[in-house]
């Protein structure tokens, strides 16, 4: 039952376990199951005071009042509980439900009892900050007066470093939510822009000691801009005298490094079309500007920090290889041994040179360890660079005291300055590794920005609408109601609608459908799609963010920016991780410098001229540099980041890491019947009258009774009608052909007046002066309509065949019946049968009657099925699923199943694709096809099964690799792993994570013809 496009808007419906925002239709009248039903789940009064009774007639009932307060603070599922918990200990509340990703709390309780200022009391006893929201259910995905900002933060290697980015971020005045994530480098931040700016967080940021830069906002006031044809301070300054002239520019910065132009301005005064025109014109066509796409510049960053990576490894490998050269192949070469034995000064001209080069390895090139572990001690954090920084540190200064000792004394002991310089040289080969393994995770976004044409074909039109002309523009300065020219081959670059032209479409890329789609005048189109045959000439309806490729960017972005729960155990291991570690390295020093002493082991395990002390030391340096908590942070958000980039590539939405989660332990999926397991392609297929009325009238009255409604079977029942006196039309037709023939439907069918639409039972209007009843039994019960004996079975065998039986009646008397079929999707037997052989148990859920939800039920399967249920009464349904603690999903088409959806542990919205669902579930299955829940599924229990052989992999390393590298097994085996090979180890440890997650790209969703052999795992 998906509805119109153009019928969509977005808003926030009040769920019992999960607060966000459904879709709801904008159109006021929509079908039986629709947006009116509703009105039993939330009342425009709700926000502010509801009844305990649910007819809200109950004598005795108190009025209870219903508040939403924003929680800052929060940072994973146990915080919600928390706030929960204190919520609920309250005397005089009700109930209360706390949404972890929204920030918010929804409190029902006792006005008489407790007052507003006592929940935020409580939540604030509960050690978080709040705030009351003077309007609980907004209109808006964000609260009035924040900016959302997208930030990239450079210098974080591990989860430690994320946690002091976001504390610091999040103790900022005016910022109400900050989430940062490692695998992107990016930082998403939620501010009030009258109490804080983007430059004072990027420079809060930079002050921890981190790099920032704001990489876009969802403020409309700010376009950056390439800039071609400047070559001298001439051209600078002629570019800044365009800009100072340009009414609307509130000040801009050119930067000489990039060519990059930053320039804010009013939107009220100028669009950044209209900006882009003035300043090329200005110059006289000198400078070419094209807008830089946020995402390509964030691609150029991750390649930059790439290159930078390579080189630094580069360089530190050309100095380590001749320290190496000095230390194990010079010894056998007679010639260039002595000349490093030659004495220069107080030392060899051997230790010179290593002592030279390993500075410039240790303080040039490993810098960049020093400045991440000072920073990340300043904010009272610790991480691998410090673990780095401390294990090259000691064998760095230990080797000069070592030299100056020995010039001193006469006695030399060995230096490891080797040990320092091949430590840094595999850590940052390991760094450069993970820096190329984490640009592969994130290739779903690239291939989606790929997708987006960087050009578009303008139709310029004087003031009186005439064509005049054409021109190319960038694509990103497409404004809504702007006509564009797409001609065969290329991408539509806007979400629009067809004025001319007639051509086939691929919409695969977007919405996963493989056939070309028709597309002629009237028809909705989707940037980034194909023109395959045809030129067209559409009106771009739909820019900028509001564009469906862009909300499905923006999807898969969030779902790779979120955590889920199940990284709480890296979260809490990297918090002690390294304090543990280095106490851990001083008990092995301790251990073998004081058995040494003591004589617990023989001297001959000492290596020449060493001494107790450098063999304790040797051990105590391993283990620092071979633990490796960066594996740990990497493991759940690198398979995150590829899993949501996986199904995006099929079709498959994921609105995070906690929905991955959630869907891998699904015990039943709960599907709605009209539009989900059926085709939503409703027709007449029996029309009998049980009077001496003529057929042809009988269906006129029908249909105009039904003419108002927008439901699919009245939307049926009319084209019937209309086929039945307009032969010349098919009976199935497209929707901008269904607009194109109101005049003819207004030329035939009847006045009504007083026609009222009731949810759950049908239509009621006059004709004529006469009462029209069009609906179930329900309806004539109630109207003290008698359905007589014969016509009763008549529609009993229309039930159970599958069909949905329509009682019309005249005045007082029962007139006629129409049978309906919903023929079912041919896909939906064999995807029941699969759900069940993965252990999971689908349930059928509709507003039809018994007779036919059984018999559907039958035709498909399905054991469990709960028929005449409005949709407030379908979240009550999947609510006694929940009660003995299993995960229930909710398959619907996002919009008559709204309450269901938000009532659901996992929200999937089937058939979304035409225009994208993006707040309306957990997932979002862009094709209208039952297959992609069996693939959102088994997508989500490989994906929680790859991240936790990531977790086996990196415990399981650093509970072995720790006890070789202090010397463990050293007694028994003699198996001593040098600090080098260590710092090698512990490189490669977090690389093999990545490589683990990205196996996942070979994830293949099961076929039709393979879906029955999949078994429980």
Not at 364 to 384: C, D, E, P
Not at 566 to 583: E, G, L, R, W, Y
Request: aromatic share 8%.
């Amino acid at each position: 039952m998906s509805p119109s496009v153009r019928d969509l808007q977005l808003s926030e419906v009040p769920g019992d376990r999960k607060s966000r925002p459904l879709i709801v239709a904008g159109d006021e009248a929509g079908d039986l199951e629709d947006v009116r039903l509703l009105d039993s789940y939330e009342s425009p009064d709700y926000s502010h005071t509801i009844m305990i009774d649910g007819e809200g007639e109950a004598e005795g009932e108190e009025a209870m009042k219903r508040i939403q307060v924003r929680v800052t603070g929060m940072t994973c599922a146990a915080c919600s509980n928390s706030v929960e918990s204190a919520l609920k200990s309250v005397n005089g509340v009700l109930r209360a439900s706390v949404a972890l990703l929204q920030n918010k709390a929804d409190v029902v309780f006792n006005p008489t009892l407790v007052k507003d200022d006592d929940i935020k009391k409580a939540i604030e006893d509960a050690g978080f900050e709040a705030e009351i929201l003077a309007e609980p259910i907004t209109f808006k995905t964000k609260p009035n007066g924040t900016l959302l900002g997208q930030f990239t933060i450079g210098g974080m290697t591990c989860a430690a470093c994320v946690n002091s980015v976001e504390g610091i971020l999040r103790d900022l005045p005016g910022v109400k939510r900050a989430v940062v994530a490692l695998a992107t480098s990016l930082g998403e931040v939620e501010y009030d822009p009258t109490v804080i700016s983007k430059d004072d967080i990027v420079n809060a940021i930079e002050d921890a000691g981190f790099e920032a830069a704001l990489v876009q906002s969802n403020q409309q006031d700010k376009i950056i801009l390439g800039v071609d044809g400047i070559f001298s301070e001439m051209d600078v300054q002629l570019l800044e005298g365009v800009l100072s002239t340009l009414k609307g520019v509130r000040q801009f910065r050119y930067n000489r490094m990039s060519n990059e132009l930053e320039v804010h301005f009013d939107p009220e005064v100028v669009g950044s079309r209209s900006l882009v025109d003035g300043i090329e014109g200005g110059s006289g066509l000198k400078f070419k500007l094209h807008v830089m796409n946020p995402y390509a510049r964030m691609t150029s960053k991750d390649v930059e920090e790439t290159s930078t990576m390579f080189w630094l490894f580069i360089s530190s490998l050309f100095l380590s290889i001749p320290i190496f050269f000095i230390r194990v192949i010079c010894p056998h070469i007679p010639l260039l041994y002595s000349l490093l034995l030659w004495r220069c000064g107080p030392f060899l001209m051997g230790d010179w040179l290593k002592w030279a080069l390993v500075s410039v390895v240790q303080f040039v090139i490993g810098k960049r360890f020093y400045v991440a572990a000072g920073r990340a001690l300043r904010n009272g954090s610790t991480n691998m660079d410090v673990l780095v920084a401390l294990g090259t540190s000691a064998s760095y200064f230990y080797s000069v005291c070592a030299l100056l000792y020995g010039a001193a004394s006469g006695f030399w002991s060995p230096t490891y300055f080797e040990t320092s310089s091949m430590l840094i040289t595999f850590v940052l080969l390991g760094k450069y590794l993970e820096c190329l393994a984490k640009g592969k995770t994130s290739d779903a976004i690239k291939k989606l920005v790929e997708l987006a044409p960087a050009t578009a074909l303008l139709i310029v039109k004087d003031k009186g609408g005439r064509c005049i002309g054409e021109r190319e523009i960038d694509a990103l300065l497409i404004q809504p109601g702007d006509t564009l020219k797409v001609l065969p081959g290329a991408k539509v670059p806007a979400d629009g609608v067809v004025v001319w032209g007639s051509s086939y479409v691929n919409e695969s890329m977007v919405t996963g459908e493989s056939a070309p789609v028709l597309k002629e005048a009237n028809s909705l189109v989707i940037g980034g799609t194909i023109n395959l045959h045809g030129a067209l000439q559409m009106q771009a309806t739909k820019v900028g963010s509001d564009a469906v490729l862009n909300q499905i960017i923006s999807l898969v972005e969030t779902a790779q920016m979120s955590k889920a729960p199940i990284q709480k155990f890296a979260d809490f291991v990297a918090s002690i991780f390294v304090p543990t570690v280095v106490a851990m390295s001083l008990l092995t020093f301790l251990g073998w410098y004081v058995g040494g002493t003591i004589g617990a082991y023989p001297d001959d395990w000492l290596p020449e001229n060493g001494n107790y002390f450098v063999f304790a030391l040797m051990f105590s340096i391993s283990v620092v540099v071979i633990a490796c908590p960066c594996a740990l942070g990497l493991a759940t958000p690198t398979a995150v980041m590829v899993a949501t980039g996986v199904g995006a590539n099929n079709g498959v939405l994921i609105k995070g890491g906690d929905a991955l989660e959630r869907a891998q332990k699904i015990k039943y999926v709960i599907f709605d019947k009209t539009g989900t397991l059926t085709q939503g392609k409703a027709t007449v297929t029996t029309a009998k009258v049980f009077t001496g009325m003529d057929r042809g009238e009988f269906l006129k009255w029908v249909a105009s009774a039904e003419a108002s409604s927008e439901h699919p079977l009245a939307k049926a029942i009319v084209e019937y009608a209309r086929h039945f006196h307009f032969f010349d039309y098919p009976s199935a037709t497209e929707e901008g052909q269904n607009n194109s023939k109101v005049s003819i439907i207004s030329g035939w069918l009847l006045d009504v007046s007083e026609f009222n639409a009731l949810p759950g039972r049908g239509v009621k209007c006059f004709i004529d002066g006469k009462q029209v009843l069009v609906g179930n039994r329900k309806l004539m019960n109630e109207n003290g309509i008698t359905i007589p004996t014969h016509v009763e079975n008549f529609v009993v065998e229309l039930e159970e065949s599958a069909k949905t039986g329509i009682l019309v009646a005249f005045d007082d008397n029962l007139i006629g019946v129409l049978g309906v079929a919903d023929p079912l999707k041919r896909e939906a037997a064999i995807v029941i049968e699969g759900l069940q052989k993965m252990g999971v148990k689908p349930v059928m859920v509709t507003g039809d009657n018994w007779r036919t939800a059984r018999a559907v039920a039958q035709e498909v399967g399905i054991q469990d099925v709960r028929a005449e249920v409005l949709p407030a009464g379908k979240a009550e349904v999947i609510h006694s699923f929940q009660k003995d603690g299993s995960v229930v999903a909710m398959v619907g088409d996002g919009i008559n199943d709204s309450p269901a959806l938000a009532a659901a542990d996992v929200g999937m919205a089937i058939g979304a694709g035409t225009d994208i669902a993006i707040e309306a579930a957990d997932y979002v299955l862009m094709r209208n096809n039952l297959e992609d829940v069996i693939t959102a599924i088994d997508l989500s229990r490989k994906t929680l099964s790859r991240i936790r052989w990531n977790y086996i992999f990196a415990m399981a390393y650093n509970v072995i690799a720790i006890p070789v590298a202090a010397g463990v097994f050293f007694p028994i085996l003699g198996i001593q792993l040098p600090p080098w090979a260590a710092g090698a180890c512990m490189a490669l440890s977090s690389v093999s994570v990545v490589c683990s997650s990205l196996l996942l790209r070979r994830y293949k969703t099961p076929r039709l013809t393979t879906i029955l052999e999949i078994t429980v795992e």
